[in-house]
């Protein structure tokens, strides 16, 4: 049972790039997020989903996209990178929102 | 809207002291509180939760919370410190019916030998 899988793990990118964060869980859990984690500022929100075809934006979403095409994945896409969005990103998952999050490992971005 | 707030950014304690991690929260009705812990380069796992009922709850690793309504708190206590104790801990809540938690900024622990 992997859990939740994200990749990668470490990620430099040009501003101005664009660039696709993965995320992946085999618990069949309905509901998904994405988070970023900045020094001091605890884990903010980004996007989130309740389940396949339904998304919506947390405290932080500008500057990024997300989709829910299938109940494991749940993808997020920087439209065009700033160094504002050097970041540690977390993708959560969980089968009722309210019962706790199961965590990936992180992605540590850095735009140059 | 909801809001979380840890006010220790750094707590040192001696292995073997006891801990108290301290959370505020503001929510407008019943709130579904969180602790998680994050050691360095990991993700974060979840230590326990509170929903309704007992206001004192047990969580892993030996940690425990207690929500006192009055007080808008959600405090984290563990009688006797391990070295492997050491990390960042987040204190979340979460709204009733929501997807989504609000977590404080996070209070990082070291401990002493």
């Known amino acids: 049972n992997a859990g939740v899988t994200q990749t990668p793990k470490f990620q430099v990118l040009k501003t101005g790039q664009s660039m696709t964060l993965q995320c992946a869980q085999d618990m069949n859990h309905e509901y998904m997020s994405w988070y970023r984690q900045d020094p001091g500022m605890g884990l903010r929100l980004i996007h989130y989903s309740v389940g396949a075809g339904i998304t919506d934006q947390g405290e932080v979403p500008n500057g990024y996209n997300v989709s829910r095409s299938t109940t494991e994945d749940f993808p997020l896409r920087l439209l065009s990178a700033a160094p504002s969005q050097t970041s540690v990103y977390f993708c959560?998952?969980?089968?009722?929102?309210?019962?706790?999050?199961?965590f990936g490992s992180g992605t540590r971005l850095t735009v140059v | 809207a909801q809001s979380v707030t840890q006010p220790d950014i750094h707590i040192t304690v001696s292995e073997g002291a006891s801990l108290e991690l301290r959370c505020n929260y503001s929510y407008g009705a019943t709130p579904y509180l969180f602790w998680y812990v994050q050691s360095p380069g990991q993700g974060l796992q979840l230590l326990l939760k509170?929903?309704?009922?007992?206001?004192l709850v047990q969580g892993i690793k030996g940690f425990e919370a207690e929500f006192k309504r009055s007080q808008s708190s959600f405090n984290l206590r563990k009688p006797s410190v391990h070295w492997s104790d050491a990390a960042e801990y987040f204190c979340?809540?979460?709204?009733?019916?929501?997807?989504?938690?609000?977590f404080g900024q996070g209070t990082r622990l070291t401990i002493n030998p």
């Open positions: 959560a998952s969980s089968s009722q929102g309210l019962y706790g999050y199961t």
């Open positions: 509170y929903f309704s009922g007992d206001t």
């Open positions: 979340a809540v979460g709204a009733l019916g929501a997807q989504k938690l609000v």
